[in-house]
């Protein structure tokens, strides 16, 4: 069945490094690749997104890359700060439904 | 604008008990998503309704159910509760049309504790 796999399930950085978050996704037919960010005692909110016919998506210290041959796409955050600290969940889904697959979460600490 | 509002946030239930939660969504969203957020889990997808009728649904047993009314506000009902039931329950609306983005826009949720 449909699955989407994130890894890892918890990250530390020093604030001010790099950190990675990746997923891999099944269903060959996902077109529609969302990045949610939960803070503590809220619901998901959007980050950053990916639509299948871009590789490449950048939005200031926020990118997402997706290699479809691979059903790869990852979430990078570069000079991270304290405030980046919340849990990430990367999501696919397929064209034409809004059915969307979430990974099991990554939770990202910054290190002041 | 508002956001999306559930209610209630927190509730304490008992084996065998059914439970009703209610989400309004952002005034303009026809479409409302549910889904149940456990630790390990993350978010797992319940159903979506669209126009009162359920477009999508997830892989839940039958005590699982919801509707949607004309206004777009959305319940969603859990009888004969069990255990494994508790979770956050998390309601999301999306603007739908030509407008339509696929950005969902989640409530804080409903936390359901069964003892």
């Known amino acids: 069945g449909e699955n989407v796999e994130q890894h890892p399930s918890t990250l530390s950085v020093q604030e001010g490094d790099s950190a990675v978050i990746k997923c891999t996704y099944s269903d060959s037919a996902s077109n529609y690749f969302p990045w949610y960010k939960q803070e503590l005692g809220k619901g998901p909110q959007l980050i950053i997104d990916i639509r299948s016919n871009v590789g490449e998506k950048k939005d200031q210290r926020i990118a997402v890359t997706l290699n479809k041959t691979a059903k790869h796409f990852s979430l990078h955050i570069t000079e991270t700060q304290p405030e980046d600290s919340a849990v990430y969940f990367c999501?696919?889904?397929?064209?034409?439904?809004?059915?969307?697959?979430f990974g099991t979460g990554t939770r990202l600490k910054v290190l002041a | 604008k508002a956001g999306v509002t559930q209610t209630p946030r927190y509730l304490i239930k008992t084996r065998g008990q059914q439970v009703t939660l209610s989400c309004s969504p952002i005034?303009?969203?026809?479409?409302v998503s549910w889904y149940q957020q456990t630790p390990g889990q993350g978010l797992q997808f319940l159903f979506e309704y669209f126009s009162e009728t359920q477009r999508n649904k997830g892989n839940f047993p039958g005590r699982f159910s919801g509707r949607q009314f004309s206004n777009s506000r959305s319940e969603m009902n859990v009888s004969t509760l069990e255990l494994g039931d508790s979770a956050l329950y998390l309601c999301?609306?999306?603007?739908?049309?030509?407008?339509?983005?696929?950005?969902?826009?989640f409530g804080e949720g409903s936390r359901l504790t069964v003892l």
């Open positions: 999301a609306s999306r603007l739908t049309g030509t407008v339509n983005t696929g950005e969902l826009f």
């Open positions: 005034s303009g969203h026809r479409s």
């Open positions: 999501a696919a889904s397929g064209s034409g439904t809004y059915k969307y697959i």
